[in-house]
Nanobody
């Protein structure tokens, strides 16, 4: 059984940073992993994705440069480093995984989702 467990969310002041973590259990190879977010009253939005090997990444254009996705030494762990946070970044951040070739960064539609971790940025 595959499970994705996120951590690292919380309350931070505008201009601050957070690092989210997602650890997948029950998967062994070739899953693209990444992050989506959903703010209150808004549709879910793609944030970033990374290939199983970590060699390929993708970002939504508006976040590139502030957010960085990376893999841990264990390939089933993915991080999202978020810098210069603004209140507009407030959302529930969900980890997602999709099985595919080693180089794949496609996450839509995701095969698995985490429960999400709340990120709140105060002004």
């Amino acid at each position: 059984q595959v499970q994705l467990v996120e951590s690292g969310g919380g309350l931070v002041q505008a201009g601050g940073s957070l690092r989210l973590s997602c650890t997948a259990s029950g998967i062994f190879s070739y899953y693209a992993m990444g992050w989506f977010r959903q703010a209150p009253g808004k549709e879910r939005e793609f944030v970033a994705a990374i290939s199983w090997s970590g060699g390929s990444t993708d970002y939504t254009a508006s976040l590139k440069g502030r957010f960085t996705i990376s893999k841990g030494s264990a390939k089933n762990t993915v991080y999202l480093q978020m810098e210069s946070l603004t209140p507009e970044d407030t959302a529930v951040y969900h980890c997602a995984a999709k099985r595919g070739p080693d180089h794949s960064i496609g996450l839509t539609p995701a095969d698995y989702w985490g429960q999400g971790t709340q990120v709140t940025v105060s002004s």
